[in-house]
């Protein structure tokens, strides 16, 4: 019998637990661990919350969790509750499929003033992430700035403009459905330090920008290249702006109907954030591209901001004795090996890049050099090795039994249309098990 403990129950954590079922059948045993008394990482409290359709491959995981060999152990904490160590003496392998829960900082002044958030904490705030929820970003001011041009910078911005209506049959929690119908934002500037064809952001994504009731995207034309230049672009970036050019091409008759705008300021890189004690706007040079690089031009402005939400991109969490590579922000690995018995997987093991489903070939290949090395197991004790250990330190395990009755009462807790209404706080979830 071979024993596989995974630390982390998003997507890497389940399609690596899916292509060990898949390999060995009865003949391995996977235990997935979670700090949170809830599944599925990034899928409940990463992926937008009006995105219900990437939400849907849940119920694949489910699939997996619901077979025997594999079993969800939740509100175990590791590194605190037990130890990577302790693991490895219980597993043939552990696989750390921790993803990348933290902002990258920006690295400038005024970054700790007030109603200044990283992605993560933003994020996870709308999406009732226990960390965040009481998070309570102040959205009286107008104007918002967002900066990154990937895909979760597009989220925030999307977020901070929709109406309450456009909200039905989203899951996102009711304190920022409440703090958004509220909201001031009349504008929402998403700063770039690149130009239009180096932006990270997927057409499908961008082109629900064009489709909002009340907001609408600008974009400054003389900023977009010569059309020609599209030609030479990878498929799905020259989708992406041609949603752009579509941008710049909307009459402003169309806009004098719209409350909120949706800026796009390209070739402006941050360089300090201004105010005292609370932020009051963004600092930035005007940048040039060469060669898909940003020059500085010397040339400065301020944009003014009462918001500010940094989406840059995130990094993994360090373990103490777990090599990481400081500069990509991710376990030091050799394709998902650490060092004898410790594996990673996912963001944690490539850094923050990817759909989910670039998880899945992730956890397959994961799970083949987990084969080449552990052949078939070396007799450790595995799931009755921990369950001993959780006993004498009368740890209060979380098994998916329990989720699913936790997830009853959030389905039953919903609002009319929504899937679900989610529990923010760790001691309510554990108390929505008892039914
Ligand atoms: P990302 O795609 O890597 O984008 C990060 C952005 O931040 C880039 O535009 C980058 O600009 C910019 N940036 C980095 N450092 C900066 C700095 N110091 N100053 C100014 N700008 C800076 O990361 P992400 O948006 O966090 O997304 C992470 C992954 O999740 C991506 O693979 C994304 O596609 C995926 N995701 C997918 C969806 C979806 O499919 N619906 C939703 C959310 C996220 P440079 O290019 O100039 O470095």
Redesign the pocket.
Known sequence: MRHIAIIGSGPAGYYTAEAAQKRWGNEVRVDIFDRLPVPYGLIRT???PD?QS?KAVSRRYEATALSDNVRFVGNVTVGSDVTIEELQALYDAVVLATGAPHD?P??MSGEDLENVFG?AAFVGWYNGHPQFADLAPDLSGETAVV?????????VARILAKTRAEFDGSDIVVHALDALEASGIRKVVI????GPH?????P??LGELGHLSRACPRVDPADLPEIGEDALLEPGLRKSVTHLRGFAAIPESHRADMEIEVEFDFFA??LALQGEGRVTGVTVERTRVEAGR?ISTGETYTIPASLMI?????QTSPIPGVPFDERAGRFANDEGRILPGLYCVGWARRG?????GTNRPDGFGVIEKIAEDIGAGSGKHGRPGFDQLAAERHLDVITFRDWKRIEEAETKAAREGAPREKFVDVAAMIAAREG
């Open positions: 990463g992926v937008a995105h990437i990258r920006l690295g992605s900066i990154g041009m990937g895909n979760v910078a597009l989220d700063l770039g330090r690149r180096q932006i990270m952001m997927t499908k994504e890189a941050p940003a940094s989406c840059i991109g995130y923050p890049s990817g759909t989910i």
